[in-house]
């Protein structure tokens, strides 16, 4: 579920670093130096920062659409041609005398509702082209014609050319309407201030992990604002809001896998899910290690990972990883290698073989018969032959034969005796 990794969505303010100057020039080969144009509509902009020190060869900058609520640090901006700051939150014109090639400046759709401030814009000779339209400011009777009595050198005003006619009438009318746009002015001033200190707090305009965000953005759509920087500003930020929240959506951040390994590749012992466990078969003689995992007793098998190395097992449940090193090296091809789970406890059981168990010697182990040796060439090994059939038993009462005659003695013939033989009678003779 893509919810599961989205948490409260909450507005964060944009700020112009240099990553994003980079990014916005491309066209320049992503040099920040001599950058002479830059667009940074759209992009949630709080503050105006950094272009004085990084981008003084700007002659256009587009912030046009984002929620900037006071000119700033452009005065060393000394190359700028256009400024485009329409639809932001800005309700005086300042910090402009710096810029002394300014031609055009677009305030289009801001809160100037002071009109004494645009005699600063006096100073800018170059400046030609202004545009107020959408202010409150605009509104006042005599608009047109202080603007142009208190800035000489324009030559288009809210996007229509001042003609020479117009610029004498207004000379006329100047000492009649000043006194009214300057009682305007500070009466606009006074209702901002009153305005707000009674909404000092812009409200927490983050969103809850169980709000629809569809119905959610309907409706932001379809209700009735204040139209005031602070009303602006909170809907800016409960739009940023809603916009983060179908990105994380779309995008969900799941949660960084654990280490499990040191930086020289040895492996760590970790219990996300602090899991109940026995190793057993620690023992010299003992052939096996037998991990018992006390995982969860109705927890459906297919979201359980094993992996057994020789050095470690590592199982993963529902994202939680367990891992433990070893004491003894393991096989994990041999066949004896299993894992299986109790159907009474849910426990997982993993037999894993060492690789340098000894060998087993049991009392049926030595006293097993020998295995049969196979028949051998009879041509090659001279051995004797063992008849097939079975030999019969040894009868006692056969040991003594039946009664047969004797042999004849064998008849010896007599040899003469020698010619020198002596007889001697004390010697027995030989028979």
């Known amino acids: 579920d893509a919810n599961s990794f ?46 004085d020190v990084c981008c003084k060869e700007l002659k256009i900058l587009y912030l046009q659409n984002n929620s900037i609520s006071k000119i ?40 100037v509702g002071d009109l004494r401030c645009v005699a600063v814009l006096a100073r800018n000779r170059d400046l030609t082209e202004l545009y107020l339209t959408g202010n409150p400011c605009s509104q006042y009777p005599g608009y047109r014609s202080y603007v142009l009595h208190v800035i000489p050198q324009l030559q288009k005003l809210d996007g229509v050319a001042v003609t020479r006619s117009e610029r004498l009438r207004a000379e006329q009318e100047f000492d009649g309407i000043r006194a009214d ?21 812009l409200g927490d305009e983050s969103l809850a992990p169980d709000v629809d965000v569809d119905e959610e953005e309907k409706r932001y759509w379809e209700e009735h604002s204040d139209y005031t920087p602070e009303a602006r500003e909170r809907a800016q930020r409960r739009l940023a809001a809603i916009k983060q929240r179908k990105e994380q959506i ?18 760590l012992n970790i219990n996300e899910g602090d899991w109940a466990f026995v190793l057993e078969g620690q023992g010299v003689m003992d052939p096996d290690l037998i991990l018992d995992l006390a995982c969860y007793r109705y927890l459906d098998t297919s979201q359980i990972t094993l992996d057994v190395h020789p050095t470690h097992v590592r199982v993963v449940i529902k994202g939680k990883t367990f891992q433990l090193v070893l004491p003894d090296e393991v096989k994990p091809d041999s066949e004896r290698c299993r894992a299986e789970r109790s159907q009474t406890t849910g426990h997982l059981r993993v037999t894993m073989p060492k690789a340098n168990a000894r060998p087993i010697t049991t009392k049926a182990a030595r006293t097993a ?27 006692l009462g056969n040991i003594v034969g039946s009664a047969r005659a004797a042999p004849a003695p064998r008849s010896r013939e007599a040899r003469p005796n020698d010619a020198g033989f002596v007889d001697n009678d004390d010697v027995p003779p030989l028979e």
């Open 72 to 111: 700033e640090n452009v005065g060393r901006l000394k190359e700028l041609i256009y400024l485009n700051l329409a639809l932001n939150n800005i309700t005086v014109i300042e910090n402009l005398e710096g810029c002394e090639n300014l031609q055009k400046l677009d305030l289009t759709v801001n809160f």
């Open 181 to 201: 746009i300057e009682e305007r002015s500070q009466a606009y001033v006074t209702e901002r201030a009153r305005a707000r200190a009674e909404d000092l707090d």
């Open 250 to 267: 779309a995008n969900p951040v799941k949660p960084k896998p654990p280490r499990v390994l040191e930086r020289d590749g040895r492996p």
């Open 6 to 51: 989205v948490g409260n969505a909450k507005y964060t303010m944009t700020r112009i670093t240099l990553d994003l100057l980079r990014k916005r020039a491309e066209h320049n080969n992503g040099e920040i130096s001599s950058l002479e144009e830059v667009s940074l509509h759209q992009q949630e902009i709080e503050r105006i920062e950094l272009l």
């Open 369 to 395: 018969p020998a295995p049969a040796v196979a028949a051998v060439d009879k041509a090659k090994e001279n051995f004797l032959e063992v008849p097939s059939e079975a030999p019969k038993p040894l009868d």
